[in-house]
């Protein structure tokens, strides 16, 4: 099944200070190894380049050409796609937001939602809760046992 990644698990890998960042790093080495496609979409890969430089979040924030080489590795994936908004999009993001109603934080995971059902992607690697509230999308915690996925 191919799935699309969000950012919080490419930040975990990056930032040696999170719990999470061993298993992080793991889990993204998997990816990068692996056969499935895997969808990188523009706003998950800029959000990470702001997340992961930024020194009010990261204790040792990349600099920007760590985190533009972390991306550049796995954009040069055969197995990695990153589509963009075609002309369809504002029509596949209306009915996103028709069905949820996204303000504030829920507005950048509908649009993830929207390019994902664009783009036939049925899952998304997350530790993001919110995206339960999206009807259709298989909800894949990178770090959670396989019976505990929706």
Sequence with gaps: MSAAIDVNPLVYASDTSSPFHEA???FVERLAAGRELVYLFWPTAMAYLRIATHPS???SPLSSRQAVGNLTALLGLSHV??????MGFWA???TVAGEVSPRGNLVPDAHIVALMRANGVGGI???DRDYLKFDGIK???PFASASAQR
């Design 81 to 86: 796609r990153s589509p963009g908004e075609d």
């Design 139 to 141: 909800v894949l915690d």
């Design 125 to 127: 690697w997350t530790r």
């Design 24 to 26: 992080a790093l793991a």
């Design 57 to 59: 979040i990261f204790a």
């Design 92 to 94: 596949s993001f209306e």
